[in-house]
């Protein structure tokens, strides 16, 4: 997920001096879609947690085609937890940004008015508390990446010794951490009788919903039972699953928009046509008529969830890990090597089996919609992207499909290669020797294991096997332990493009 790492800062305007604006708003051409609704009768109902790229190319977009239906009191305010790129750059811009929406066609650009205005935690908490703590915010939605979360992702606990939870617990009007903010503004809403907001997670984790209620209760009741209990009782948090591949925007981005716009634009957003919201129907304070704009609205999103984990992401990971491997830059680039193709499509036959979807699901077209999504040219999805954060993404994306496929008595060797290709991908350097900028909140650690093991597949498997906060009882298993070692040695032997080759698809 795009977030607040973006690694292009917005640079200063580019050609032209008109900056897209409030003001400027009817010098846009007119082709340009634009909000269709007086954006200062807009009031904001919802406040947002991580405003990256994923969150303004996905729910910023479904609300602001509410608003112009006239939901006007579920305008968005939007706050990243530390860096001050996107609230600096959409300041000036009076919130507005363009969505270039790309696939092999061309580009469609529309500008969205759904962001009123951004926070930057960091620099001013006791704000961005007022503000979730105000009875008018119902939705406090969250898209803070998977380890925004301060968990154990193999168990989904809050992980108590993470150093914003220790510095949140001792500072609790002045928090770090998106479940210290939120508790924060819940402790607000409860001493006031005031009731409380829904949580809405957007995150990619497993039951991110529950996951999330789990974590904010755990860490409430470090503070109080009573605010613990009040949580559990009278705050929602319902899962939900998000499906829109947003790459980071690049400098070439802004400058190919800003053209399009005929006026600045310092922090667009480029996306792909598909677009898809699958939401648990509980919300604690109201929410606007979701469905009206393409949301599904379901009792149990599990299984949706899962499909999208197990066969996307998952053949995402895949790919990334072994297609960097294999010197490709870009999703697109890798799916352009049929090997790598099928290589994607058999980790999403062998992840089907795991998952109960409801009747007339077909995965099947599901699946081969995914694979031309990878492969939509007009996008430039960096494998380093999607690779980044690996420790917090392989339990619900890979690990889970290897767990239940042993309870099944299936092999598990596909998932083992894409397991091996991460394993390969933490030690720093790839298969022409050169050095690769790991980014992942365990690199240290992977790191070094990775050096005392040495690049000797039945070595330095099980050692990282042993990392218990990935693997847990997982990594102890024999049949996993065989299976990643096998595959990490061919991958040491053969290369990610050989590797991948000794799948074919039934
Ligand atoms: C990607 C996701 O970066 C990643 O890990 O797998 O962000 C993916 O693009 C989205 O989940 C698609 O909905």
Redesign the pocket.
């Known amino acids: ?2 977030s607040e790492t973006a690694k292009n800062p917005p640079s200063g305007p580019k050609g032209g001096n008109l900056r897209l604006s409030e003001a400027n708003l009817n010098k846009v051409p007119g082709q340009i879609h634009r909000p269709a609704y007086d954006r200062s009768g807009i009031t904001p109902g919802i406040v947002h947690l991580g405003i990256g790229a ?1 969150h303004r190319a ?1 729910q910023a977009v479904v609300i602001d085609d509410l608003l112009a239906a006239g939901a006007i009191e579920w305008g968005i305010i939007g706050a990243s937890l530390r860096s001050s790129q996107t609230r600096d750059a959409l300041a000036p811009q009076d919130g507005l940004y363009t969505l270039a929406v790309r696939s092999g066609k061309g580009t469609d650009h529309r500008v969205i008015g759904s962001v009123l205005a951004s926070d930057v935690a960091r620099e001013n908490p006791r704000q961005l508390i007022a503000h979730l703590a105000d009875p008018a915010t119902r939705i406090v939605s969250l898209t803070v990446t998977e380890k925004g979360y301060c968990h154990t992702p193999q168990t989904g606990d809050l992980d108590e010794h993470h150093p914003d939870i220790a510095h949140d617990l001792q500072n609790p009007d002045t928090p770090r951490s998106t479940v210290g903010f939120l508790v924060a503004a819940l402790a607000r809403r409860q001493a006031a009788g005031e009731r409380p907001f829904t949580v809405l997670s957007c995150d ?1 984790l497993s039951a991110n919903g529950r996951t999330v209620g789990r974590i904010v209760t755990q860490f409430a009741g470090l503070r109080s039972r009573d605010l613990a209990r009040w949580i559990e009782a009278e705050v929602a948090f319902p899962s939900t699953m ?6 980071e925007t690049t400098d070439a981005d802004r400058a190919a928009i800003s053209s399009a716009l005929g006026m600045t634009d310092a922090w667009p957003v480029v996306t792909e046509p598909f677009t ?1 919201w699958i939401v648990e129907d509980r919300f604690t304070a109201g929410r606007p008529d979701f469905a009206a704009a393409g949301v599904q609205l379901v009792s149990d999103v599990t299984p949706f969830e899962h499909m ?1 984990l197990r066969l ?2 998952a053949s ?2 895949a790919l ?1 890990y072994l297609g960097y491997l294999a010197g490709f830059e870009t999703i697109a680039a890798t799916m352009t090597d049929a090997r790598f193709a099928a290589f994607a499509r058999q980790v999403m036959q062998d992840a089907a089996p795991t998952l109960a979807m409801p009747e007339g699901t077909d995965l099947a077209a599901y699946s081969a919609s995914l694979l031309q999504r990878f492969s939509n040219p007009a996008l430039h ?1 960096r494998t380093w ?5 690996g420790s917090q ?1 392989l339990p619900q ?1 890979l690990l889970a499909t290897m767990q239940d496929r042993l309870r099944l008595g299936l092999p598990i060797d596909t998932h083992a290669l894409a397991v091996a290709g991460w394993m390969r991908y933490v030690t720093g350097t790839d298969e022409q020797g050169r050095a690769i900028d790991v980014c992942d909140p365990l690199a240290a650690k992977l790191k070094s294991i990775a050096e005392s093991a040495g690049p000797v597949a039945d070595r330095l498997a099980p050692a990282l096997l042993q990392v218990d906060q990935i693997f847990g009882a997982s990594g102890t298993d024999p049949r996993m332990r065989s299976a990643v070692i096998e595959a990490l040695s061919k991958l040491y032997t053969l290369g990610a493009r050989q590797a991948v080759q000794t799948f074919q698809v039934g």
């Open positions: 997920m795009s994923f996905h990619n998000v499906d829109r591949i947003v790459p898809q999208k996307l992401n995402h990971s990334a999805h992207q999607i690779a980044m954060d993404k994306r």
